[in-house]
């Protein structure tokens, strides 16, 4: 079994930032192995990826959030990041990371002044 736990969400002002943090735990579990994506789903529209770091640590975000967005892995804390800088009203949303299969329950991310 696998639990990922999602932190760091809250309610920023335009222009701000946040570091989320999805942090894995699980007896059988190489973390170091597997991709990490990063996805949020905002009310009323489907759930999209927005990062992705891959076992090498090879990065790809989606064009929404490419240059304002940073995602990063510290397999010895079997934890993954997502550094949001310059956010806009349109980043809130409930933020989930997903590894191979499992889901966290999310962290809220809102902007707004």
């Known amino acids: 079994q696998v639990q990922l736990v999602e932190s760091g969400g809250g309610l920023v002002q335009p222009g701000g930032s946040l570091r989320l943090s999805c942090a894995a735990s699980?007896?059988?579990?190489?973390?170091?192995?597997?991709?990490v994506d990063w996805y949020r789903q905002a009310p009323g529209k489907q759930r999209e990826m927005v990062a992705t770091?891959?076992?090498?640590?090879?990065?790809n975000y989606a064009d929404s959030v490419r240059g304002r967005f940073t995602i990063s892995r510290d397999n010895a804390k079997l934890t993954v990041y997502l550094q949001m800088n310059s956010l806009k009203a349109e980043d809130t949303a409930v933020y989930y990371c997903?590894?191979?299969?499992?889901w966290g329950q999310g962290t809220q991310v809102t902007v707004s002044s």
């Open positions: 770091v891959t076992s090498r640590g090879t990065t």
């Open positions: 699980g007896t059988i579990f190489l973390f170091s192995t597997y991709n």
């Open positions: 997903y590894v191979s299969s499992y």
